[in-house]
T-cell receptor, first 117, second 116 residues
Framework: AQKITQTQPGMFVQEKEAVTLDCTYD???????LFWYKQPSSGEMIFLIY??????QNATEGRYSLNFQKARKSANLVISASQLGDSAMYFC??????????????FGKGTKLSVIP | NAGVMQNPRHLVRRRGQEARLRCSPM?????VYWYRQLPEEGLKFMVY????????ESGMPKERFSAEFPKEGPSILRIQQVVRGDSAAYFC??????????????FGPGTRLLVL
């Protein structure tokens, strides 16, 4: 069974500072994908970044980067230069390999990030 | 470039009534997923559909819940005889036809169901 663990229920960061949100995963599959989504207070789910298990380089998307450490099964999200608009819930999710018949995502419980002015 | 559309955004039902939640995937996307989010929780997978086919319904409750994705029109998640425990946010996500191995799922704004 696949499992995502986010150990930080809440985090605070000063505006303009960088912050790391932790995510560890558990799967026996060799091929999988890792995702981060942002959920602001308005409730929608916004895709941020993706990392494939075979990707050799860490994914980056603007101020977001994914610190992928395969041996440790961790996929931490790094947000650089935090902005007030970054205050939200952040969810880590994993998709196991296609061919298993389903592309469903397994989500962690989330981390609530609060950016302090 | 419309995203995933869901309606209604908010739905109030009394116990025993039926709830119908609709989802129109992004243009060009043929895979639809439904997830449920209980308060203070992450999203939980319910069902995965392609046009006219249910591919994986392993996350669907055995009774009262059904889903469809017809050839024409939106995907529908139907909950019959709702109970208070069905109160949650229901999200639809879509992804393009697979091929590049990424299959990023893009989410709609969700439907907040409240059962009185």
């Amino acid at each position: 069974a696949q499992k995502i663990t986010q150990t930080q229920p809440g985090m605070f960061v000063q505006e303009k500072e960088a912050v790391t949100l932790d995510c560890t995963y558990d799967t026996s599959d060799q091929s999988y994908g890792l995702f981060w989504y942002k959920q602001p207070s308005s409730g929608e789910m916004i895709f941020l970044i993706y990392q494939g298990s075979y990707d050799e380089q860490n994914a980056t998307e603007g101020r977001y980067s994914l610190n992928f450490q395969k041996a440790r099964k961790s996929a931490n999200l790094v947000i650089s230069a935090s902005q007030l608009g970054d205050s939200a819930m952040y969810f880590c999710a994993m998709r196991v390999r296609p061919g298993a018949g389903s592309y469903q995502l397994t989500f962690g419980k989330g981390t609530k990030l609060s950016v302090i002015p | 470039n419309a995203g995933v559309m869901q309606n209604p955004r908010h739905l109030v039902r009394r116990r025993g009534q039926e709830a119908r939640l609709r989802c129109s995937p992004m243009k060009g996307h043929s895979h639809v997923y439904w997830y449920r989010q209980l308060p203070e929780e992450g999203l939980k997978f319910m069902v995965y559909l392609q046009k006219e086919n249910i591919i994986d319904e392993s996350g669907m409750p055995k009774e009262r819940f059904s889903a469809e994705f017809p050839k024409e029109g939106p995907s529908i998640l139907r909950i019959q005889q709702v109970v208070r425990g069905d109160s949650a946010a229901y999200f639809c996500a879509s992804s393009p036809r697979s091929g590049d191995g990424q299959e990023t799922q893009y989410f709609g704004p969700g439907t907040r169901l409240l059962v009185l």
